[in-house]
């Protein structure tokens, strides 16, 4: 599957566009758009795909998405049951960036930033911590009270220091035929992680053969085929064990594990607890 173009809009009286998203699930939707992406989710937990880039994030995930970087983010059961996942979106050009340093040199460090996220970049947990309650704030002030809290937030982005490049490569508003295959097999895995995985299918439903396939996934995830649907099955796994009172054997079956042994070596191996305790965690 390409990636969508997403239109976006600025309201207008406005010089950059907020989203307040709240959603029962945040759906696979893969797409682009020329405007940055500055991104914070909250009372979810899932999947992050951002280029080539592939994690699971928390409850708290910040991420600035560059130009024309393909992105989606998705999950299918919020933390808390009782309210629906949030994703507080903001959307800005590098013409408005270029023209606020351009009147007050003191914000430099903002073209600094959006040069850094061309590539998309995940925010450290300390520095998203910090900025959550300006971010959160958004939606409940006006639009030119609005402009100094985001001010705030972007400064603070842009000094840290441990955030995370994500994508290996920067995007060009073109989308390249390796960007599109690989889209295809991200959305068939996404859609069909529970299932047993054919890599002679998935590399048919690439055009490629086996071998290429498993060069191209390697290349373009850092990981094998197995060990990215492994991830995604965790993932899966993760939240039933939060979300609902099912058996340990029955999570395991229904993402995707026949032998329940099998299950909890991985579960061990990828989160460094036994499923048990790790719901535990959650039901104290």
């Known amino acids: ?114 040069s850094h996220a061309a590539q998309g970049l995940a925010f450290s947990p300390a520095v998203a911590a910090r900025v959550r309650p300006l971010l959160l704030s958004l939606n409940e002030l006006s639009a030119a009270r609005r402009i100094p809290v985001l001010l705030d937030a972007l400064l603070q982005l842009s000094a840290d220091s441990h955030a995370q490049t994500l994508a290996a490569l920067a995007a060009t508003p073109a989308q390249d035929s390796s960007r ?45 085929v197995l060990e990215y649907q492994a991830q995604l099955r965790i993932g899966h796994a993760c939240q039933l064990l939060i979300q609902t009172a099912k058996p340990v054997g029955v999570i395991a079956s229904e993402a995707g594990w026949n032998n329940l042994a099998h299950f909890n070596r991985q579960f061990l191996a990828a989160k460094g607890i036994t499923p048990k305790a790790f719901r535990a965690q959650y039901t104290r």
Not at 81 to 93: E, H, I, K, Y
Not at 186 to 211: I, Q, T, Y
């Open 180 to 224: 599109d295959r690989l889209a295809r097999i991200l959305e068939r895995l996404h859609s069909h992680f529970a299932e047993p995985l054919s890599v002679a299918a998935l590399a048919g439903h690439a055009a490629l053969s086996v071998g290429a396939f498993h060069r191209f996934f390697k290349r373009h995830t850092g990981k094998t």
């Open 1 to 114: 599957m390409r990636p969508q173009f997403e239109h976006v809009t600025v309201p207008g009286g406005a010089s950059w566009a907020l989203l307040w998203r709240e959603l029962p699930v945040l759906p696979f939707e893969w797409h682009y758009h020329p405007e940055y992406e500055l991104t914070f989710t909250v009372n979810a937990r899932g999947q992050r795909y951002v280029g080539d880039h592939f994690a699971d994030f928390d409850d708290g995930d910040l991420v600035l998405v560059g130009p024309n970087l393909p992105h989606t983010w998705s999950s299918n059961t919020p933390l808390d049951g009782s309210r629906p996942m949030l994703a507080v979106v903001v959307w800005f050009t590098r013409a408005w960036v270029d023209k606020l340093v351009d009147g007050m040199p003191e914000l430099q460090p903002l073209r600094l930033l959006a």
